[in-house]
């Protein structure tokens, strides 16, 4: 079947968010656990839920005073250390010109994921937004996958899932949606191999080659 959808995760994917992530989450776990956290102890468990990460790095129940904490911290600091990644402008134009539809699959709240998507300049590319406060289950749960393809009235043989982690690979998988790791991971390519993915691209063109 011709593909005619694309659905991208954003952090780490199309939008270079790793920074702002590292430093967010610094800053809410400081003076929160007997060994400071590192970067080393983060960027392996990025892309599950907020608080479900918050919960995992502090082994607590409790953590709505992170999550604030975080939160707060992550809105001062977007637009200085946000950016997209290297030809995912050119790589949207050449989509939608080819009548490619778009939207963005994220475990992140709707209103950051707009300030991304329009910070890049490329919120124009994408026909539907669902984020975590649109599900009840985020990513690795295929809910958020199936949701969009619904909105868009989409069969799931003929989209794509875009994504830089295992939860992005396992939801796309699980909603029946064919998948495509970035290399540029955070995680590094051999992350996303162990999900074999149906694709890995090291380069946002060649996005354009698997759609055809």
């Known amino acids: 079947m011709t593909i005619s ?36 102890r983060i960027i392996p468990h990025m892309g599950f839920p907020l608080q479900e990460q918050l919960r995992f790095f502090t082994g607590r129940d409790a953590v709505d005073e992170l999550t604030v904490k975080y939160r707060a911290f992550n809105l001062s600091k977007h637009d200085e250390l946000v950016k997209e990644f290297p030809y995912v402008r050119e790589v949207l134009a050449e989509l939608q010109q080819r009548g490619i539809r778009m939207g963005v699959v994220t475990n992140k709240m709707r209103m950051t994921t707009l300030m991304g998507l329009k910070l890049c300049g490329i919120e124009s590319y994408m026909e539907t937004v669902v984020a975590i406060d649109d599900v009840e289950r ?67 063109r060649e996005l354009l080659e698997i759609v055809g």
Do not use: C
């Not at 799931?156 to 064919?178: Q, T, W």
């Open 5 to 40: 959808t694309v659905l991208f995760d954003l952090d780490g994917t199309i939008v270079d968010t790793n920074e702002l992530i590292i430093q967010s989450f610094l800053h809410a776990l400081e003076g929160e656990t007997e060994q400071p956290y590192t970067r080393e």
């Open 138 to 204: 985020g990513k690795p749960d295929p809910e958020s996958v199936r949701k969009a393809l619904e909105l868009l009235k989409i069969d799931a043989g003929e989209a794509l899932m875009v994504g830089d982690s295992k939860y992005d690979i396992i939801a796309g998988r699980d909603a029946g949606v064919k998948t495509v790791g970035v290399a540029w991971s955070l995680k590094g390519e051999d992350h996303l191999r162990e999900l074999s993915p149906d694709y890995i691209i090291r380069d946002m």
